[in-house]
T-cell receptor
């Protein structure tokens, strides 16, 4: 089955810096890659997603890039703010197109 | 719209007890799923359903049962609770097929003693 590796497990940045979280996947048939943000004690919420026919997608301060050849995708957050502090999960859709495999998460801490 | 509603929010069970975690959505979503979240393990899929009457196993289905008799409801049953099932459980639904743009419930924190 699909295997998704996520790095780093923790990331500390200063307010205003950029943050990058990277994920790799194993199934070359995967075609959908979402990112979820989970604040402490809250439910995961979708922040951005990308399909395999697109190399990059942006939404204000957030962007995701996809390299299908290398089977990796990354989340980029620019001009970080304290409210960006949360756990971020990447995921890849499995080849059966009905399930997601999640990475283990990255705890992002943005210090004022 | 209430979105995805999970009950209860907290539950403590003794080993061997059974219980049902409830999940309901009012968004007319065809796709529903159950995940468990353990520290350092991310979200792992237990069972999912692509529509009423259709269910399938995910990554960690052992010890759990599901059914989908209506579009709105997708209950998760623990048959004989074990300490290894101590976890936070999330129900998630999606209008689009293929687990896209999942909406998560607020979670159920389960402790099995």
């Amino acid at each position: 089955g699909e295997n998704v590796e996520q790095h780093p497990s923790t990331l500390s940045v200063q307010e205003g810096d950029s943050a990058v979280i990277k994920c790799t996947y194993s199934d070359s048939a995967s075609n959908y890659f979402p990112w979820y943000k989970q604040e402490l004690g809250k439910r995961p919420q979708l922040i951005i997603d990308i399909r395999s026919n697109v190399g990059e997608k942006k939404d204000q301060r957030i962007a995701v890039t996809l390299n299908k050849t290398a089977k990796h995708f990354s989340l980029h957050i620019t001009e970080t703010q304290p409210e960006d502090s949360a756990v971020y999960f990447c995921a890849a859709r499995n080849s059966g197109y009905s399930t997601l495999t999640f990475g283990k998460g990255t705890m992002l801490l943005v210090s004022p | 719209n209430a979105g995805v509603t999970q009950t209860p929010k907290f539950q403590v069970l003794k080993t061997g007890q059974s219980m049902t975690l409830q999940c309901a959505q009012d968004m007319n979503h065809e796709y529903m799923s159950w995940y468990r979240q353990d520290p350092g393990m991310g979200l792992r899929l237990i069972h999912y359903s692509v529509g009423a009457g259709i269910t399938d196993q995910g990554e960690v289905p052992n010890g759990y049962n599901v059914s989908r008799s209506t579009t709105e409801d997708f209950p998760l049953r623990l048959l004989s609770a074990a300490p290894s099932q101590t976890s936070v459980y999330f129900c998630a639904s999606s209008y689009q097929g293929g687990a896209e743009k999942l909406f998560f419930g607020s979670g159920t924190q389960l402790s099995v003693l």
